[in-house]
């Protein structure tokens, strides 16, 4: 894969959240406490900055977790335009002595007020002006913020010719759509809780990815692109051109955690790159399926995905899932 400049990267991230992970250190009696900022838009950000983007996070921070996660975030290298709230970041407690995640704790975010909303509105959209392509990621819990929240964000960016890249489901993928969201990544499961796909098979998830492209309404603006990640499946890569499939070699999984979200960082750096949709595909695809064999959520290595990603495939399927083989080029 073509290496071009690092591209800036803009995250806006509603929830960081603290993670604090119970492991088995050494020796077998041996107890390790680990505490890194997570959350789905520290994730994105931890990923494309080991891809080599200039990365600026744009999120709130409040109360003893708050100060703890926007420490951490910077200690990773990450840019941190920190919203001052009132409330308190989320936090989880998790124990994988045994091999799996086993959550113990959850804290969730405190709701932002509408002064903390319109703060982290103007800093995203200005600190995003600046970038090369803005990553909008969701909220968890929902309620956290409001819809328009993120189709405002978009309309807005897209009228200043910024690139955007969403990983959202819900309201806030639908207002995201509305406002033209360039690319859109979704995971089969969501497509199918949206009612947008009737079930997870290639040609209903096809056709839920196309009512993204090509939404019914005077308003809707519709996606440039959608990613729909498939579990262990390959991927498919859906234009208003094309259907593609992103075939990854197959790797055992360690923690399938933070796969998408490493995957969606990969898009967004190759876009922000400059490089085409199949491109970023690979990369993204790549930093997903090696995020898989690593204990750490959005983690990897810069010259090991980008060489992965040699060795993803990105083919034409029909509609229903046939392979075509002929006329992918990077549309």
Same mark, same amino acid.
């Given at each position: 894969?073509?290496?071009?400049?690092?591209?800036?990267?803009?995250?806006?991230? #509603?929830?960081?959240?603290?993670?604090?992970?119970?492991?088995?250190?050494?020796?077998? $009696?041996?107890?390790? %406490?680990?505490?890194?900022?997570?959350?789905?838009? %520290?994730?994105?950000?931890?990923? @494309?900055?080991?891809?080599?983007?200039?990365?600026?996070?744009?999120?709130?921070?409040?109360?003893?977790?708050?100060?703890?996660?926007?420490? &951490?975030?910077?200690?990773?290298? &990450?840019?941190?335009?920190?919203?001052?709230?009132?409330?308190?970041?989320? *936090?989880?407690?998790?124990?994988?002595?045994?091999?799996?995640?086993?959550?113990?704790?959850?804290?969730? #975010?405190?709701?932002?007020?509408?002064?903390?909303?319109?703060?982290?509105?103007?800093? +995203?959209?200005?600190?995003?002006?600046?970038? /090369?392509?803005?990553?909008?990621?969701?909220?968890?819990?929902?309620?956290?913020?409001?819809?328009?929240?993120?189709?405002?964000?978009?309309?807005?960016?897209?009228?200043? =010719?910024?690139?955007?890249?969403?990983?959202?489901?819900?309201?806030?993928?639908?207002? !995201?759509?509305?406002?033209?969201?360039?690319? %859109?990544?979704?995971?089969?499961?969501?497509?199918?809780? *949206?009612?947008?796909?009737? /079930?997870?098979?290639?040609?209903?998830?096809?056709?839920? *990815?196309?009512?993204?492209?090509?939404?019914?309404?005077?308003?809707?603006?519709?996606?440039? +692109?959608?990613?729909?990640?498939?579990?262990?499946?390959?991927? %498919?890569?859906?234009?208003?051109?094309?259907?593609?499939?992103?075939?990854? #070699?197959?790797?055992?999984?360690?923690?399938?955690?933070?796969?998408?979200?490493?995957?969606? !960082?990969?898009?967004?750096?190759?876009?922000?790159?400059?490089?085409?949709?199949?491109?970023?595909?690979? &990369?993204? @695809?790549?930093?997903?399926?090696?995020?898989?064999?690593?204990?750490?959520?959005?983690?990897?290595?810069?010259?090991?995905?980008?060489?992965?990603?040699?060795?993803?495939?990105?083919?034409?399927?029909?509609?229903? =899932?046939?392979?075509?083989?002929?006329?992918?080029?990077? $549309?």
């Amino acid at each position: 894969m073509a290496v071009s400049r690092s591209p800036r990267v803009c995250v806006v991230a #509603p929830t960081p959240i603290l993670t604090l992970t119970i492991e088995s250190g050494a020796q077998d $009696q041996d107890t390790e %406490l680990h505490v890194h900022p997570g959350g789905q838009g %520290l994730w994105v950000a931890r990923m @494309a900055y080991s891809l080599g983007a200039d990365v600026v996070l744009c999120g709130p921070f409040g109360g003893e977790t708050g100060t703890v996660l926007s420490h &951490l975030a910077e200690k990773e290298n &990450l840019r941190v335009r920190a919203i001052g709230t009132a409330g308190s970041n989320g *936090a989880y407690l998790h124990d994988r002595r045994g091999g799996e995640r086993q959550e113990l704790a959850f804290m969730p #975010p405190s709701r932002l007020d509408r002064h903390e909303i319109d703060d982290l509105y103007g800093t +995203a959209l200005v600190e995003a002006l600046d970038a /090369d392509v803005c990553v909008i990621t969701g909220a968890f819990p929902a309620t956290v913020l409001p819809g328009s929240f993120f189709g405002r964000l978009v309309g807005d960016l897209r009228a200043a =010719g910024v690139k955007t890249v969403a990983d959202l489901s819900g309201d806030a993928a639908r207002q !995201a759509v509305a406002s033209g969201v360039d690319v %859109l990544k979704m995971s089969h499961s969501e497509l199918v809780e *949206a009612e947008l796909a009737a /079930d997870d098979s290639v040609a209903a998830l096809t056709a839920g *990815a196309r009512r993204l492209i090509e939404p019914r309404g005077d308003e809707m603006r519709g996606v440039g +692109a959608v990613m729909v990640s498939r579990a262990a499946e390959p991927a %498919l890569l859906v234009t208003a051109a094309h259907v593609r499939e992103v075939v990854a #070699p197959s790797v055992t999984t360690v923690d399938h955690r933070g796969a998408g979200d490493s995957m969606t !960082a990969g898009i967004a750096v190759a876009v922000g790159r400059g490089l085409g949709m199949a491109e970023a595909a690979r &990369l993204g @695809a790549a930093a997903g399926a090696l995020n898989v064999t690593r204990r750490g959520l959005g983690t990897g290595h810069r010259e090991q995905i980008e060489r992965f990603a040699e060795q993803i495939s990105v083919h034409e399927v029909d509609e229903d =899932g046939r392979d075509r083989r002929a006329g992918a080029g990077d $549309q």
